[in-house]
Nanobody
Framework: QVQLVESGGGLVQTGGSLRLSCASS????????MAWYRQAPGKQRELVAR????????NYADSVKGRFTISRDNAKKTVYLQMNSLKPEDTAVYFC???????????WGQGTQVTVSS
């Protein structure tokens, strides 16, 4: 069983920055694909960014490209999301997600609120 704990959310003004962290329990972190999703009120959960197990490959939603950066530290069993140039439309609960290569195992964090004021 893997537990994911997010931190770093909060209230920030438009144009500001936040860094989210997601710490994982267990010993298989380096084998998992890690991702950040977000869900705004009344909307479906959407993929924000994904990083492969080794950290060499990343993918981003078009809406955050050039502003957000996902990274991971396998030694610390932690994945990060650096969010710059934040906009009010980035306001959402951000979730950390982990899965193995074939999605046989997947895990969600409890979420952290990000609010961007205009």
């Amino acid at each position: 069983q893997v537990q994911l704990v997010e931190s770093g959310g909060g209230l920030v003004q438009t144009g500001g920055s936040l860094r989210l962290s997601c710490a994982s329990s267990g010993n298989l972190f380096s084998m998992y694909v890690m991702a950040w999703y977000r869900q705004a009120p009344g909307k479906q959960r959407e993929l924000v960014a994904r990083i492969n197990s080794g950290g060499e490959s990343t993918n981003y939603a078009d809406s955050v490209k050039g502003r957000f950066t996902i990274s991971r530290d396998n030694a610390k069993k932690t994945v990060y999301l650096q969010m710059n140039s934040l906009k009010p439309e980035d306001t959402a609960v951000y979730f950390c997600y982990a899965h193995n290569w074939n999605h046989e195992y997947d895990y969600w964090g409890q979420g952290t609120q990000v609010t961007v004021s205009s």
